[in-house]
């Protein structure tokens, strides 16, 4: 695809963001801000008891990118089990976009949701560890 229909697509999940909302109740909450300009992504997980990703949704506020990023990340996490988002990469997160041709300043856009989504879900598998319920 031209890097115009990725920018089409991203501008669609900017303005028709999938997956916008809150899950309640929920087992994973995170929230973060990019530093830079200080654009804010959360996040909430309900978790089967298979230790999936049953329901996923973000809000937010800030630029097309950083929210496109996190609308398509939560489309492309539902179903999977919550170790896969250990090996969640930025590369993912690049494919999900469509480019990886960003400035740095924009990668940092992009990789916020992911890096919401791991510091949750960490804390949940280490909260569920020091409950002793993850054997
Ligand atoms: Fe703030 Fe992109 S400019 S996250």
Request: charged letters at 30%; a neutral charge.
């Amino acid at each position: 695809m031209s890097s115009e229909i990725y920018r089409e697509l991203i501008l669609d999940y900017y303005r028709n963001p999938r997956n916008f909302g809150k899950v309640e109740p929920h087992d994973i909450s995170a929230r973060d801000s990019n530093p830079l300009c200080g654009d804010e992504i959360e996040i909430q997980v309900r978790v089967t008891p298979e230790k999936k990703i049953g329901e996923i949704k973000f809000t937010g506020k800030g630029c097309a990118i950083s929210q496109a990023s996190a609308s398509m990340l939560t489309e492309f996490a539902k179903g999977k089990p919550l170790e896969w988002v250990k090996e969640l990469s930025k590369e993912d997160i690049f494919k999900l976009l469509g480019t990886r041709d960003l400035g740095p300043a924009r990668v940092k856009c992009a990789l916020l949701s992911m890096k919401v989504l791991k510091t949750g879900t960490y804390s949940y598998l280490g909260a569920k560890l020091e409950d002793g319920q993850d054997s």
